[in-house]
């Protein structure tokens, strides 16, 4: 019977799948719980390229078969993906953070 891995093992090994599929950790942050592991974020590689749908795929079965009995959630920027989908959100047009101004904030459609 394997032993269940701790909190700080488990986060560990996200963050080993994460660079062994080129995610560039400045941008994307990681949550390992007991039953999930949650990104958030804006998902792109570490040379600044986008993701593509089988390369998400590709990282979620990853991380699967290193932590299995974890669900894998990606609420991102620009992916949303889970074990039963993953969706294409749009690409943002700068990485650096932006401060959202007063004014603006909503689109008038009058």
């Known amino acids: 019977m394997k032993k269940s891995l701790s909190r700080l093992e488990c986060s560990k090994e996200v963050r080993r799948g994460l660079n062994r599929h080129g995610v560039d950790l400045s ?31 590709a990282l979620m079965n990853d991380f699967i078969r290193k ?11 620009n992916w949303k993906f889970s074990l039963e989908h993953i969706m294409y959100l749009g690409e943002k047009k700068t990485l650096s953070p932006s401060v959202p101004s007063e004014e603006n904030d909503y689109e008038d459609v009058g």
């Open 27 to 57: 941008y994307c942050q990681y949550i390992c719980t007991s039953y999930e592991i949650r990104l958030t974020g804006f998902l792109c590689k570490t040379d600044g390229s986008e993701f593509n749908a089988s390369q998400i795929e």
């Open 67 to 77: 932590l299995p009995g974890r669900l894998v959630n990606g609420d991102m920027d």
